[in-house]
């Protein structure tokens, strides 16, 4: 059993998925951690900062930051929640609800190369297998700490090889 070679097939498939996503959205200007929120924010239009880290599963200071670069980019506004002054609630421009179904729409045309000739049981069996090395990974690690350190390297643009 060669462990390393299914690793490396990992890495390789990986890859090939960031190359399909940057070929097929070549000019969008958006970072890997904007589409989920503006798939969220789409469908949960005015939620605070909190509940969109709760959801993301990332800390508040994470999403301050994509939320701060999102807005200059248009893509999203905020507002003073009007039963709580001290509370804003997040929503979607026009910009963002036509970037996200874009990205949507992209993301569907790999998913549906990236599965061609699967079946529903396939992909069953294969979601199980990933389910399992997700859980021999996970252990003790909150899954908000993994998401942090991958956003803060990509932010801060620094080496990821260690803590």
Known sequence: MDRRATVARFNKLHALHRYHIFSIIPDVKTYPGQPPILSYLCSH???????????????PASVAVSVRR??????????TDSSDLRRNRIY???????R???L???????????????????IAR?????DRLIKNLTGDINPGDVMDFLIRCKDEKQ???GR
Not at 45 to 59: F, K, Y
Not at 70 to 79: H, V
Not at 126 to 130: I, K, S
């Open 104 to 122: 949507r729409n992209a993301f569907e045309k790999i998913d549906d190369k990236l599965f061609s000739g699967f079946t529903d049981e396939d």
């Open 45 to 59: 239009e005015n939620c605070t900062q909190a509940e969109l880290a709760e959801h993301l599963q990332v800390s």
């Open 126 to 130: 294969l979601n199980g297998y990933l």
């Open 92 to 98: 979607v421009t026009e910009l963002g609800k036509e």
């Open 70 to 79: 999102m807005q200059k980019a248009g893509l999203i506004g905020r507002r």
């Open 159 to 161: 080496e990821c090889g």
């Open 100 to 102: 996200n179904e874009m």
